[in-house]
Structures are given as structure tokens and as C-alpha cells.
């Protein structure tokens, strides 16, 4: 009859109170809803930005706001001096050629330009490797001493050396590099560019080439008619220079603010061309300095340039508009347990989803949670042992991750309460 009296129980079942809770925080979202690096989603993740987008504001103004003054006080007496098809036909290459920076200026910015994906979990150390592991190593917050900081690939026959990234978990691959601003691993990192308000990579470096160059043209292009307008003025009206600069102030305006900006885009186009012909990015030309010895990624001039300008641009290894369940493989740090704390930045990596707000949680349905985890600490001290309950050497009860997650949820405040009632009075 004892025996009888102290059956095992079924293990407790959820409420359904808590069971909606378990399936609102396990509900489907999207991969850039949970994205852990900083960069900001328009359109449902359609578009990517960087963290300093706003700087777009800046730079489109520099461009248009010239170009509504070239068109609005310099145009029409181009167009009264040259007639109206030759007049009409300089006004409208730069309005075209503005519009075609617009979208360069768009390509470059609001796409993902070679973002790594991370992995999960560290990889598994190479046996085999002749890496030196860093004497810091063995502190590695991600769990990862065995791992060494660098190894050794071959590049065109020259062997350089990659990095293992802490914050995205694996060895970065030739010319890729963590971007401090993005948060990112980007695949031929050149630079994080505050005008545009993104990384430059392996994705996006052709359009912000283009975009560089073609607002070089513009400037120049404008700076140019503004004399011509400033000459015909002067026919016009038998006056100086100086008086020529008094009846038409719009163009004295924009041939000091061109000569300014054309010197700046200017040498930024000759300094990109020269990383074109030499195969380099701006990291690496400030960083290793090539000019000394072997650049392993220079094919020649001709074949450097048809690498950048007339290959294949790579897909986005990256979906961010893939459906992904939004639980703790995904939100959370992948090692959570009711018995160790959490992560410093965990705050973030649970919370860091776009333009939404995790539903509150009622504190009397914790607490059934609570009386539930109650009965099992009872059912303990008894003696008993439910059925199909996993135990360790030291008789642990085993937390289920539907627990985990609610534990989560709630910042771990009432840990220590469950620790108590789960394992006991020892």
C-alpha cells in the first residue's frame, strides 16, 4: 500500500494562461527583427542601413539643394545664350546626372555590402593547426580557449594570416573585417563611410565608386557653366568681375562651394583609383602598407579593374526577411541556465527587435509557474521521483527550456527563489 502511496505523478502541465505566454515569446518574427548588429531595417528588412543613416539627410542636401540653385538662377540664361535645345539640353544633363547620383547614393547605402553571417557557436578548434593561442585566450567570454587568434591560408600563393572574430565566432576569410561602428564581419572591408552611413564592401564598392566620381563630374560640371554664366554677364553688361559676381551672386555662390567640394570628392576619386589599379581597399592601403612587399591580391591593372567593375556582384549571404522562431536559439544567449548568470549584454540581444515591445507578463502568472516548480520541490523532499525525469550525478532536477525562457523573460529576478525551491533545504 505504500508503494501505491508514493507513485510518481505526471510532471506538472502549464496553465494556459502560461502556455500563451511560452507560444507569444516562441512566436514566428523576422531574421532583421533579431539582427544582433546595429544596423537600422526599412520596408520589413527589405532595405539596409547602417546605425548613422541620418548622415544620408546631410549628404543628399549637399548635392540637390546646389543643383535646385544651378537650375532656378543659372539656367535660364544658359538657356537665353545658347538657345533653347543647346540651353535646355546643358540643364538637363544635370539634372540627369543629380538623379543618377541619387541612386548610386541608394545602392550604396541601403544595401547589405558583404555582411558575414555569425555562427552561433565558436568552431571546433583545429588539432592540426600551427597557430600560437594568445595568452588572453583562455579568458574568452564566448567559451572558446582552445581556439587560436589566427591562422594561416594560402592567398595566389602567399600564405597571410586571418583572424578569429570574438564577437561574430568565426576566422574571418581574406580582407574581411569587423566593423566597429555596423557591428558586422564585412567581406572586403574598405571602410565604414559617415556621407553614405554605411560599411563599403565587397557588394557595394562599385556603386560607392561611381557615386564618388559621378558627384566629381557634377561639381565640375556645374562649376564650369557657372563661369561661362559669369563671362556672358560680363559681355552682357561691359562690367568687371567683380560687378559680374554682384548681378548674378547665385553663381559666385556655387563656383566657391564646386571648388571646394570638387577638391575633396576630386581626390577621393583619384585615391580610389589608384586602390582600383593596385587591387587594395582603403584598410588595407592604410593598415599594411603594400608599397613595401607582395600584395597577394593584385592580379594587374587590367585584371584588377574588371574585378571591380565587371564581375558578378555575389548574392547577400544573409535573408534578413526569413522567417526564424524568435526563442532562445535566436534572442538569447545560446548558454542559459537557471544556475549561471546571464550575459552582461543580454538586455540587448533580447530586446533588440525593430519598432516592437515585448508583451508584459502578469505577476500572478509567474507565480503559478512558481507553485508549480513548488510541488516539484515537495515532490522531492518526499522521496518520489517523477516519471521520465532527467537527473545528474547530483540529483539536479532539470529545468525545461519553456522554464528557461520565462526565467529569461523575467531578468532572472526571482533565480534564486526557484534555485531554493527546486533543489531544497540541503
Not at 510532471?11 to 518574427?29: A, F, K, Y
Not at 592580379?299 to 534578413?320: D, H, M, T
Not at 507553485?371 to 521521483?385: A, K, L, N, P, V
Request: proline residues 6%; hydrophobic residues 35%.
Amino acid at each position: 500500500m505504500q508503494g501505491k502511496f508514493y507513485t510518481a505523478p505526471l510532471p506538472p502541465q502549464l496553465s494556459d494562461s502560461n502556455r500563451r505566454i511560452i507560444e507569444t515569446n516562441t512566436s514566428t518574427t523576422r531574421a532583421y527583427q533579431i539582427w544582433k548588429g546595429s544596423n537600422r531595417f526599412f520596408f520589413g528588412g527589405r532595405f539596409i542601413f547602417g546605425p548613422d543613416a541620418r548622415s544620408l539627410l546631410l549628404t543628399v542636401s549637399m548635392i540637390v539643394i546646389p543643383e535646385i540653385l544651378f537650375c532656378a538662377f543659372v539656367s535660364q540664361r544658359l538657356i537665353d545664350e545658347f538657345g533653347n535645345h543647346l540651353g535646355n539640353l546643358i540643364v538637363g544633363l544635370s539634372v540627369a546626372l543629380t538623379v543618377y547620383i541619387m541612386l548610386l547614393l541608394f545602392l550604396t547605402s541601403a544595401r547589405d555590402p558583404g555582411i558575414i553571417p555569425r555562427n552561433p557557436h565558436p568552431p571546433e578548434p583545429e588539432e592540426d593547426t600551427g597557430s600560437c593561442i594568445s595568452t588572453d585566450w583562455a579568458g574568452n567570454p564566448n567559451g572558446a580557449p582552445n581556439i587560436p587568434p589566427t591562422k594561416d591560408v594560402t592567398v595566389n600563393g602567399i600564405v597571410v594570416k586571418v583572424k578569429y572574430c570574438q564577437t561574430c565566432m568565426l576566422y574571418r576569410p581574406p580582407r574581411c573585417s569587423h566593423c566597429s561602428i555596423c557591428n558586422n564581419c564585412v567581406d572586403r572591408f574598405d571602410h565604414h563611410c559617415p556621407w553614405v552611413g554605411q560599411c563599403i564592401g565587397k557588394r557595394n564598392y562599385r556603386f560607392f565608386f561611381m557615386f564618388v566620381s559621378s558627384t566629381t563630374m557634377l561639381c565640375l560640371y556645374v562649376f564650369a557653366f557657372c563661369w561661362v554664366n559669369i563671362e556672358k554677364t560680363m559681355e552682357a553688361h561691359h562690367c568687371s568681375l567683380g560687378k559680374a559676381f554682384l548681378k548674378s551672386p547665385v553663381s559666385g555662390i556655387l563656383i566657391l562651394y564646386t571648388f571646394i567640394a570638387a577638391w575633396f570628392v576630386g581626390g577621393l576619386t583619384a585615391f580610389h583609383f589608384y586602390l582600383v589599379f593596385t587591387n587594395q581597399t582603403t584598410y588595407e592601403n592604410f593598415r599594411y602598407r603594400y608599397d613595401g612587399k607582395m600584395n597577394p591580391y593584385n592580379l594587374g591593372c587590367w585584371r584588377n579593374i574588371r574585378e571591380i567593375f565587371f564581375s558578378k556582384i555575389p548574392s547577400s549571404k544573409n535573408n534578413f526577411r526569413a522567417l526564424v522562431r524568435g526563442d532562445s536559439s535566436s534572442v538569447y544567449n545560446p548558454s542559459i541556465s537557471m544556475g549561471h548568470a546571464m550575459s552582461p549584454d543580454m538586455p540587448k540581444r533580447s530586446f533588440d527587435i525593430e519598432m516592437g515591445k515585448r508583451q508584459a507578463v502578469a505577476a500572478e502568472d509567474f507565480e503559478d509557474i512558481h507553485s508549480q516548480i513548488d510541488s516539484i520541490g515537495r515532490s522531492e523532499r518526499c522521496g518520489t521521483q517523477p516519471r521520465h525525469a532527467n537527473w545528474d550525478h547530483k540529483g539536479n532536477w532539470e529545468i525545461t527550456p519553456d522554464i528557461h525562457m520565462l526565467a529569461a523573460e523575467f531578468g532572472m529576478q526571482h533565480g534564486s527563489t526557484v534555485r531554493e525551491k527546486i533543489h531544497g533545504v540541503r
